[in-house]
C-alpha cells in the first residue's frame, strides 16, 4: 500500500505595497520562506517528486492569499 506524505506552498500578495512572498512547509520542518516566484517554487517541488493535489486562493481588497496543497509517496 502506497503512503504519501504532504506539503504545502503558500503565498501572500499586497497589490498596494507590491510586497509578496513564497512560504513551504515540508513534512516536520517549519514554514520557510523561498526565493523566486509561485511557479518557479513549484516548479522545483515537481522536479523533486511533488504532485499539486490542491489549491485554495482568497482575498479582500488589495490582500490576496493562496495555498497549493502538494503529496508524494514515502520512501
Not at 11 to 33: I, M
Not at 43 to 58: F, K, P
Request: aromatic share 10%; hydrophobic share 35%; no cysteine.
Amino acid at each position: 500500500m502506497t503512503t504519501w506524505e504532504y506539503a504545502s506552498v503558500i503565498t501572500a500578495n499586497d497589490a498596494e505595497s507590491h510586497r509578496a512572498g513564497v512560504s513551504v512547509k515540508l513534512p516536520g520542518g517549519q514554514l520557510e520562506r523561498q526565493a523566486g516566484d509561485t511557479s518557479s517554487v513549484l516548479n522545483r517541488l515537481g522536479s523533486e517528486g511533488w504532485e499539486l493535489v490542491s489549491y485554495h486562493s482568497s482575498g479582500a481588497g488589495t490582500w490576496g492569499f493562496e495555498q497549493f496543497w502538494l503529496k508524494r509517496p514515502t520512501s
